[in-house]
């Protein structure tokens, strides 16, 4: 029953190997961190702009 999950090959060295091989900054070495990374820039660069503008118009009001 648990064989799928307890008897897996050890992707570790593989991917250790690639990651060190690169020279790239550590956070966007892995394939899918791209995606991540600048997913998270994204909706954070949205939230702040969204708050920049709420807080100016709470200052200047209507």
Do not use: C, W
Request: charged share 20%; glycine share 10%; proline share 5%.
């Amino acid at each position: 029953m648990f064989d799928s999950l307890t008897n897996r090959p050890n992707t570790v060295p593989q991917k250790q190997r690639y990651a060190q091989g690169r020279s790239e900054f550590t956070h966007l070495k892995m394939p899918r961190s791209r995606l991540y990374y600048y997913g998270y820039l994204a909706v954070f660069g949205t939230g702040m702009v969204l708050t920049a503008n709420g807080i100016r118009t709470l200052i200047q009001g209507k």
